[in-house]
């Protein structure tokens, strides 16, 4: 097998099969048709809708992003708050076996009027006594001491641990606030996008869907005439390859924000989880993506890289060779393979660097 079949794997088959992009250097196999008016006899401008939904799309996944930025600090938070409990716990436990300890030593000393046994033996005024029991005096000095140091230092640990615990909670509230802000701010945007198709007849949204793919292909098309398929030959590692089956694995699943499988994925849940299954664990969401993982060059890409959209790095995808993508679009479409090229992309980004 070739290079490009050996990583992009039966990915590249569903790309073949579906005409989405064409040998490197070209553009598509069919002409793009020539666009129609987008403003029909019924005077409603087409573009103009299109535009705007792509823009409460966008914000949507903005949005889904904090959201899930969110999400995830707030998993961490509780793990940490467990961490303490069990630090509580146990420093508890500690202070209790160090208390009795020192009721004994009250205890002993109130048997006997305040002088402990080893300092009788030295006011006996028996030379022989005194340098028998002067060593076990003093290291019953020192047992006294370091025990209320433990003390001290059990007491001033937990207060920090309880402190630790209190902060962990605030921020978990705060946390949930963030979430459900954003929660809202998803699900306002979605609703406005889906009441703006809601308002178009049947033939209108299917014109707006043909100007949306028209879009999409104009992208690419620009994209691919820029030659740069022709300095894009890496391999994919295992890990990649692994990566990219897992995502292949997906398509026709739907997007659902917030979600990250095994039935729904948003963009980053599709990514990360991908990367997850070829043991590789990344960031949750596509700006964390792009800021902790390795960038690179396009020209470098090899299957299994990320590359990242918008100047918002608010959506990502997954580089599976010949120029194409496996990505979960936006609510309302399905996971699918799409061209590389088809939105503006910010960076690239490599897991497994």
Not at 191 to 217: I, N, S
Not at 243 to 272: H, M, N
Request: charged share 25%; net charge positive; proline share 5%.
């Amino acid at each position: 097998m070739s290079k490009r079949s050996t990583t992009t794997m039966a990915a590249v088959a569903l790309v073949c099969a579906l005409t989405v992009l064409t040998a490197p250097g070209a553009a598509y196999a069919a002409p793009a048709p020539t666009p129609s008016p987008s403003t029909p006899a019924g005077g409603t401008d087409l573009e103009a809708v299109r535009k705007k939904i792509d823009k409460l799309y966008h914000d949507a996944g903005v949005a889904t992003d904090e959201y899930n930025a969110a999400e995830e600090k707030a998993d961490r938070q509780s793990v940490e708050i467990v961490k303490l409990a069990q630090k509580i716990a146990a420093g508890q436990q500690k202070l209790d076996r160090l208390k009795s300890s020192a009721g004994a030593t009250a205890r002993e000393q109130y048997r006997t009027g305040g002088v402990p046994r080893e300092a009788r033996f030295l006011l006996s005024g028996d030379p022989q006594q005194f340098l028998d029991n002067a060593g076990r005096m003093y290291q019953g000095q020192q047992a006294t001491k370091n025990l209320m140091s433990q003390l001290t230092k059990t007491q001033n640990a937990l207060a920090g641990y309880a402190e630790d615990a209190s902060d962990q909670w605030k921020r978990l509230e705060e946390g949930r606030k963030e979430k459900a802000a954003a929660k809202k701010r998803i699900e306002k945007q979605i609703k406005a996008a889906q009441d703006l198709e809601g308002t178009l007849e049947k033939k209108e949204r299917d014109r707006l869907k043909k100007l949306e793919e028209e879009a999409e292909q104009k992208a690419q098309s620009a994209w691919l005439s820029s030659g740069v398929l022709k300095e894009i030959n890496g391999r994919a590692t295992k890990a990649g390859e692994a990566a990219v089956r897992y995502a292949g694995a997906q398509i026709g699943k739907p997007y659902v924000w917030g979600a990250e499988g095994p039935k729904s994925f948003d963009c980053s849940g599709l990514t990360s989880q991908a990367w997850a299954a070829a043991g590789k664990p990344i960031p949750r969401t596509s700006q964390e993506q792009w800021r902790q993982l390795k960038h690179i060059d396009i020209k470098d890409m090899r299957p299994g890289d990320l590359i990242i959209y918008h100047d918002d790095a608010s959506h990502v995808g997954m580089y599976i060779g010949d120029g194409a993508i496996i990505h979960a679009p936006r609510p309302g479409r399905t996971v699918t393979i799409a061209g590389a090229g088809s939105m503006a992309i910010l960076g690239v980004v490599r897991p497994d660097a």
